[in-house]
Nanobody, 123 residues
Framework: QVQLVESGGGLVQAGGSLRLSCAAS????????MGWFRQAPGKERATVAA????????YYADSVKGRFTISRDNSKNTVDLQMNSLKPEDTADYYC????????????????WGKGTLVTVSS
C-alpha cells in the first residue's frame, strides 16, 4: 500500500506560478512511477505529467508542455509539479498518482491516488 498526500494548491493570478508536492509513504514508495492528474469542474480527469521511478522518463500533456515540470526526490519520497505561466484553464483539482508505467505516449495503470489539492487561477 502507498499513501499519497498532495500540498501546495491555492489561488494565483494568471501568469503566476505554483509548486505542488506529493508525499508518498508506505512500502517501497520510491519504486513507483508517479504522476499528476487534474480534473476541472464538469470535465474528466486527465493526465498532466508523469515520471518514471528513476526520473529518466517523463510525460507531459500537450496543454502543459513548456510550462510545467515534474520532478522527484526518491530520498524524500516526494514528487513535485512546478507550474509556471498559469492560465485560468489550469484551474482544477490536482491529484497525485502512483504505480503503473509511463512512456512518451502517456501514463497508464496507476493504482494509488491522493485526495487532491485545488488550484485556482484567476484572470
Amino acid at each position: 500500500q502507498v499513501q499519497l498526500v498532495e500540498s501546495g494548491g491555492g489561488l494565483v493570478q494568471a501568469g503566476g506560478s505554483l509548486r505542488l508536492s506529493c508525499a508518498a509513504s508506505g512500502r517501497a514508495a520510491s519504486s513507483y512511477t508517479m504522476g499528476w492528474f487534474r480534473q476541472a469542474p464538469g470535465k474528466e480527469r486527465a493526465t498532466v505529467a508523469a515520471i518514471s521511478r528513476r526520473g529518466v522518463i517523463t510525460y507531459y500533456a500537450d496543454s502543459v508542455k513548456g510550462r510545467f515540470t515534474i520532478s522527484r526526490d526518491n530520498s524524500k519520497n516526494t514528487v513535485d509539479l512546478q507550474m509556471n505561466s498559469l492560465k485560468p484553464e489550469d484551474t482544477a483539482d490536482y491529484y497525485c498518482a502512483a504505480g503503473g508505467a509511463v512512456d512518451s505516449s502517456g501514463y497508464y495503470g496507476m493504482g494509488y491516488w491522493g485526495k487532491g489539492t485545488l488550484v485556482t487561477v484567476s484572470s
